[in-house]
């Protein structure tokens, strides 16, 4: 790969030379390596007086990895599709946002809607959101389901599971094992994605509802909004959760302090990253630490939608993480996968984010902790990346959140 190197690059280089503070990221080395290349993000930020807190945080270099590759076509005509996950053999769940599961086979046949999946609210952003294998699945055919139901004064993101049918036309021995709360009537911020960790317990991620009212609770541990959590496969909290013995908390909290997480990926590490949804110019890469609040709403980078600042906020705080890495503007990350394949030996390490606002597949590359480069994939098409997720031969599967929406494949060229 190549670095795009250019001396335009005012604001990452005036934090980069402001010397070494024992913060992450302001190693020389790092400084230097950010003063000497093009930034990818080359437009005004909406909040043009915040600065980044570490060298690095923000503007990352254009990186080029030069990997050739075809971009195939499975299937189209899907609904607002908002999740992939492969199966054994090469065919792929999908679900759509109104509320259907299917199976899109290897050659590209969409099947019919699997019964069995309860009612969903699809307002806004609600629906049918992801799904995830049992970490048995090949005895247990079991699989885990996200979505936003339908409830007496409102809605929450809650979590089921059940058995895929031998015929794979149904799912069986449904019950849902989480719901969030509290219960609210409003269509936005449901989150969510679902990963298993090498722990073997399921982290489900949650928005905190958006609206002016509701983003207090992204702070409150009696609630679970603007939280990611941590859950067993039957949807108990474990028992070394970090507030399993804290007065009035809710057990399953892991991290607080959320705004609205829709992509979320376990490193080769074993480590849980998340990306969430800013305002403007606010989106955030952040690595989870146990029990650690990531400020939301009291910390955070850009501005509200009206142009305003964020009532109350600031970019740092005591007590508060910060984001290894942050967007403005912004590219309305949803989905994410760190590349661990063959297919493409380049990308090894690399993590993958779908972008919706910017319509493209970017490609985050790490080292250590702090990203070091960005490279925006699929950008001809012009197509909101809703999910990706690896296959079984190290090809990445990409949906895209349209009405007549696509499932596609990166392959090597041939």
Not at 182 to 190: A, K, M, S, V
Not at 229 to 257: M, Q
Not at 375 to 390: F, K
Request: a neutral charge; aromatic letters at 8%; hydrophobic letters at 40%.
């Amino acid at each position: 790969m190549r670095l795009f190197c250019s001396p335009l690059v005012a604001i990452v280089l005036a934090v980069a030379l402001a010397g070494c503070d024992g913060r992450p990221g302001s190693a020389p080395a790092l400084a230097a390596s950010v003063a000497s290349c093009a930034p990818l993000e080359q437009r005004e930020p909406n909040a043009k007086d915040q600065r980044p807190a570490f060298a690095g945080q923000t503007r990352a270099c254009a990186i080029a990895s030069n990997v050739a590759f075809d971009v195939i076509v499975v299937a189209k005509g899907l609904d607002k599709p908002w999740a992939v996950e492969p199966l054994p053999g090469g065919d792929v769940l999908v679900t759509e946002k109104a509320g259907r599961l299917r199976i899109v086979s290897a050659s590209g046949d969409v099947g019919q809607p699997i019964a069995g999946v309860p009612a969903v609210d699809s307002r806004g952003q609600g629906g049918l959101l992801d799904i995830a294998l049992s970490p048995d699945f090949a005895s247990d055919r079991t699989i885990f389901w996200s979505y936003a139901e339908p409830r007496q004064g409102g809605n929450g993101t809650s979590v089921a599971r059940g058995v895929l049918a031998q015929d794979r036309r149904s799912v069986e021995q449904v019950r849902v094992i989480f719901r969030s709360t509290p219960t609210y009537d409003g269509r936005l911020h449901f989150g969510s994605r679902l990963a298993f960790g090498p722990d073997g317990m399921l982290y489900v991620t949650l928005g905190e509802r958006s609206d002016a009212s509701m983003r207090k609770y992204a702070q409150q541990l009696d609630s679970h909004l603007g939280k990611v959590l941590r859950i067993t496969p039957d949807g108990k909290a474990p028992s070394d959760n970090p507030f399993v013995a804290t007065p009035g908390a809710l057990p399953e909290t892991w991290t607080l302090g959320h705004r609205n997480v829709q992509a979320a990926a376990f490193d080769p590490l074993g480590r849980l990253w998340v990306v969430e949804h800013g305002t403007r110019g606010g989106d955030e890469l952040n690595v989870l630490e146990k029990g650690k609040n990531y400020g939301w709403p009291l910390v955070a980078y850009g501005e509200e939608y009206s142009g305003l600042a964020i009532r109350g906020a600031v970019t740092d705080r005591a007590g508060y993480e910060q984001p290894r890495y942050y967007w403005d503007p912004v590219i309305a990350p949803s989905g994410a996968q760190f590349y661990t394949g063959d297919a493409f030996p380049a990308w090894r390490g690399s993590l993958f984010v779908g972008a919706l606002k910017e319509r493209r597949l970017v490609r985050i590359v790490l080292e250590g902790d702090n990203v070091i480069g960005e490279e925006h994939l699929l950008v001809d098409r012009g197509q909101r990346v809703r999910d990706v997720r690896q296959g079984g031969d190290g090809e990445l599967y990409v949906v895209t959140d349209e009405s007549n929406g696509a499932l596609l494949k990166l392959v090597p060229r041939r």
